[in-house]
């Protein structure tokens, strides 16, 4: 009997392997984008029958601004006594901190009611991308005004619709603050295909100058022909880099710890597999 030479079965073995790791993470991929962009909302007590709720809907997130901008409609169960989600019965004010502009949104009788779009601002930094957080405590009330143009709270709740923000999970815990306050904890964070996508990018941007800093060192021992093609080959990955990384979802801004840490040093081997050649293509000429 022939018997498979054990180098073969070595490399059958390892191209086995690499097939299977190159599967499973397509898979890990797919799946998270499947999954898509969650919104979570906790907390609260189960509103009372003439409470005001607050229907925060997400609309888009800016990482660079660090707002969050949602669309915010009032809306009570029935013949509410304010409004039934679509008209405006008496008039009501709606209160909401952490906001860009105005934080009241008044509510006039027989008007439609309308979404008003809210933006919060939020404590994050993008140059932590991909595991950029962003966290703000926002303070809601619904409420009308007395006789002395002082607001009077409202039973108010806060409700969360499904919809989400594509690249972004977002969680709203909402909970009782006192004196008629609902205080909403609101944070947000990169979905995990956006994760995974971002290391399986720059993952392949630290293979690339792996095999030139290869095939330069193999020129250079004389293991390989010096080929000037080969050089342009080299050339062109230098300037695929910058592209890849202004590929990277959510745009991370330059200066991001991954320009550090990753980016600057993908350029450095290109740059060093290049010497590297040029010095083995002066030493023996091309082939």
């Given at each position: 009997?022939?018997?498979?030479?054990?180098?073969?079965?070595?490399?059958?073995?390892?191209?086995?392997?690499?097939?299977?790791?190159?599967?499973?993470l397509y898979?890990?991929?797919?799946?998270?984008?499947?999954?898509?962009?969650?919104?979570?909302?906790?907390?609260?007590?189960?509103?009372s029958?003439?409470?005001?709720?607050?229907?925060?809907t997400?609309?888009?997130?800016?990482?660079?601004?660090s707002?969050l901008?949602?669309?915010?409609?009032?809306?009570?169960?029935?013949?509410?006594?304010?409004?039934?989600g679509i008209?405006?019965s008496?008039?009501?004010?709606?209160?909401?901190?952490?906001?860009?502009?105005?934080?009241?949104?008044?509510?006039e009788?027989?008007?439609?009611?309308?979404?008003?779009?809210?933006?919060?601002?939020?404590?994050?930094?993008?140059?932590?991308?991909?595991?950029d957080?962003?966290?703000?405590?926002?303070?809601?009330?619904?409420?009308?005004?007395d006789?002395?143009?002082e607001?009077?709270?409202?039973?108010?709740?806060?409700?969360v619709?499904?919809?989400?923000?594509?690249?972004?999970?977002?969680?709203?815990?909402?909970?009782?603050?006192?004196?008629?306050?609902?205080?909403?904890?609101?944070?947000?964070?990169?979905?995990?295909?956006?994760?995974?996508?971002?290391?399986?990018?720059?993952?392949?941007?630290?293979?690339?100058?792996?095999?030139?800093l290869?095939?330069a060192?193999?020129v250079?021992?004389?293991?390989?022909?010096?080929?000037?093609?080969t050089l342009?080959?080299?050339?062109?990955?230098?300037?695929?880099?910058?592209?890849?990384?202004?590929?990277?979802?959510?745009?991370?801004?330059?200066?991001?710890?991954i320009?550090y840490?990753?980016?600057?040093w993908?350029?450095?081997?290109l740059?060093?597999g290049?010497?590297?050649?040029v010095?083995?293509?002066?030493r023996?000429?091309?082939?």
């Amino acid at each position: 009997m022939t018997s498979t030479p054990r180098p073969r079965r070595r490399t059958a073995l390892g191209v086995g392997g690499i097939v299977v790791a190159i599967l499973a993470l397509y898979v890990t991929v797919v799946a998270l984008y499947a999954s898509g962009s969650d919104v979570v909302s906790r907390g609260g007590d189960e509103p009372s029958a003439d409470a005001v709720s607050l229907i925060l809907t997400p609309e888009k997130m800016d990482a660079a601004t660090s707002r969050l901008t949602v669309s915010l409609l009032p809306k009570q169960a029935g013949e509410g006594e304010y409004t039934d989600g679509i008209t405006v019965s008496k008039p009501f004010s709606v209160l909401v901190s952490a906001v860009a502009g105005s934080t009241a949104v008044q509510y006039e009788p027989s008007r439609l009611v309308e979404p008003t779009e809210v933006s919060f601002v939020m404590d994050g930094a993008i140059a932590e991308w991909p595991f950029d957080r962003y966290r703000v405590t926002s303070f809601m009330v619904a409420g009308v005004d007395d006789e002395k143009a002082e607001t009077i709270p409202l039973p108010t709740a806060v409700d969360v619709s499904g919809r989400g923000v594509t690249g972004w999970d977002i969680t709203m815990t909402a909970h009782d603050a006192g004196d008629g306050l609902i205080a909403v904890d609101i944070s947000a964070s990169r979905s995990g295909a956006t994760v995974a996508f971002g290391i399986v990018l720059l993952t392949l941007m630290v293979i690339i100058p792996t095999l030139v800093l290869i095939v330069a060192i193999a020129v250079l021992r004389g293991r390989r022909k010096v080929e000037v093609t080969t050089l342009g080959w080299m050339g062109a990955m230098v300037f695929a880099t910058i592209p890849l990384r202004n590929f990277l979802p959510g745009s991370p801004p330059i200066g991001s710890w991954i320009d550090y840490l990753i980016v600057l040093w993908v350029l450095a081997a290109l740059v060093a597999g290049l010497v590297i050649f040029v010095i083995a293509w002066w030493r023996r000429g091309p082939a």
